[in-house]
């Protein structure tokens, strides 16, 4: 699905992204954002727990936010504020996980965080496990799908925005869309490298796209027709046997994040309702 934006509003998305938010430069949580565990017992491992619903994750099911940052790197109050965004969208609580780093603890340290996750979901009980993640995050989900899938264990739905699903960066839009989104191909070289720090990029589960899609559960895919990483999702896309691409027209890599530095804009409270109506198993 093309989703189009107006010149004034793709001008006031990059506007927003550039903004750079230091990490103690973002909103603290609105008032309707809970931060106590929405599960009764411990271990879910490290993260946090945001909950604008009003609804335990025992009765609403979860949702698994693993954040972006090439691996590398964290903005803990922005990760929190997009999380009480995706709560109150979804209608049930958000864990951001915390997981480990590159280059201190490249993979598969970040890809066993989110898999300890969801199993401690799975523990837990909770009804309906829906993992999000974008950029680095977005790669995250869709390797712990393929990683669950070879386990033999439950799959969760999943969303990914703008995910690199191909470490060896073969996609034709890293070049076609260079100069016009505001990461490049330099800066995902130096994230490959820090992430693999030696594995193999052509291999999954690390490099989603290279992995089996057979079996995976529904996906909702969105990337902006301006990012280096449109064909990284497109390819997967494509490959995935039920999976929906949205692309935003004019839109550079992890768009979304404009919703954390003003009010909504159209192109947010699209990708808002779209991630809505998947969750709740809407037609989209």
Not at 101 to 128: E, F, I, K, Q, T
Not at 171 to 189: F, H, K, Y
Request: proline residues 12%; hydrophobic residues 45%.
């Amino acid at each position: 699905m093309n989703i189009p934006a107006t010149p004034e509003e793709i001008a006031a998305v990059m506007a927003r992204l550039r903004l750079r938010l230091p990490a103690d430069g973002a909103p603290d949580l609105p008032g309707d954002a809970d931060p106590m565990p929405a599960l009764p017992s411990a271990g879910m491992g490290p993260g946090q727990w945001v909950n604008a619903s009003g609804r335990p994750a025992a009765e609403a099911g979860a949702l698994v936010y693993a954040h972006g940052g090439g691996f590398a790197h964290t903005e803990p109050r922005a990760e929190r504020l997009l999380a009480s965004h995706l709560s109150r969208a979804t209608g049930r609580p958000v864990f951001a996980v915390d997981y480990r780093l590159a280059p201190a603890h490249p993979y598969p340290a970040a890809l066993r965080d989110v898999l300890a996750v969801h199993d401690s979901l799975l523990a837990h009980g909770v009804p309906d496990i829906v993992l999000f993640g974008e950029s680095a995050g977005g790669t995250l989900v869709l390797s712990a799908l393929l990683a669950l899938k070879e386990a033999g264990k439950p799959l969760p739905r999943a969303v990914a925005v703008s995910p690199l699903t191909d470490l060896t960066l073969s996609g034709p839009s890293l070049d076609a869309n260079d100069g016009l989104d505001l990461i490049n191909r330099a800066v995902l070289e130096r994230v490959a490298r820090q992430y693999l720090a030696g594995a193999p990029p052509d291999r999954a589960p690390q490099s989603p796209l290279h992995g089996d899609p057979s079996g995976l559960p529904p996906l909702l895919l969105a990337a902006g027709s301006r990012e280096v990483l449109l064909d990284d999702a497109k390819r997967f896309a494509e490959a995935a046997p039920d999976c929906v691409l949205d692309v935003y027209e004019g839109m550079p890599h992890a768009f979304h994040l404009a919703m954390l530095t003003g009010p909504p804009l159209p192109t947010t409270t699209t990708f808002l309702r779209r991630l809505a109506d998947f969750t709740h198993r809407r037609p989209i």
